[in-house]
């Protein structure tokens, strides 16, 4: 019974994620080529681009340093740092920096704490469904009560992410403190 179960949550979670806003990006990315063929668009900078995105990485980064830092064990909260967290992955990513090793250890930490977001909040997502079914079956019981088992062990295995990546950041931490 909860291989059953299990096995169509897993696809419906594989085919959300495969159409998760394909055609507002293919949209984004028709403009943004579209505008980057029209050079009287773009305004004239002294500024080199490198200062501009390192300048604009380092905010992505002490805006997630900081949420990183008030997150508690609200789901809704939760939810929301991981789109925090997925936004500075795709900047850092997308920053057209050489890849050196702790840019790539960072992305990679960066992906784990994604990923233990997006799963508790599938697994919130999933055991709220099942208790407004209020169905009597023993089988949604006990799997609402292995979720709740394992709500504690996702927290854990968050908190241990988030340290590593406020350990990473700890001179980050230490500019921002001097900006205050």
């Known amino acids: 019974m909860h291989g059953g179960v299990a096995e169509a949550y897993q696809a419906a979670l594989q085919r959300l ?4 806003a394909v055609a507002s990006w293919r949209r ?11 050079p009287s668009l773009v305004p004239p900078n002294d500024e080199p681009a490198s200062m501009i995105i390192m300048r604009r990485v380092n905010r992505v980064r002490r805006r997630l340093l900081l949420a990183l830092r008030d997150a508690g064990r609200n789901p ?17 990513a997308g920053s057209g920096a050489t890849p050196t090793l702790s ?18 909040h599938d697994e919130e997502n999933l055991r709220q469904s099942l208790r407004a079914r209020r169905m009597p079956r023993r089988a949604t019981r006990s799997i ?8 504690d062990a996702r927290f854990k295995e968050f908190r241990k992410f988030r340290n590593e990546m406020l350990e990473r950041w700890r001179d980050l931490d230490i500019l921002i403190a001097a900006k205050v």
């Open 17 to 20: 994620r495969s159409r998760m």
């Open 144 to 151: 609402v009560e292995e979720l709740e088992r394992r709500k």
């Open 76 to 92: 809704k909260g939760l939810h929301r740092l991981r789109l925090k967290v997925k936004q500075a992955r795709y900047v850092l």
């Open 28 to 38: 984004r990315l028709s403009s943004l080529r579209r505008l980057s063929m029209r």
């Open 103 to 120: 840019a790539e250890l960072e992305l990679k930490a960066l992906q784990h704490l994604q990923d233990c977001l997006g799963d508790m």
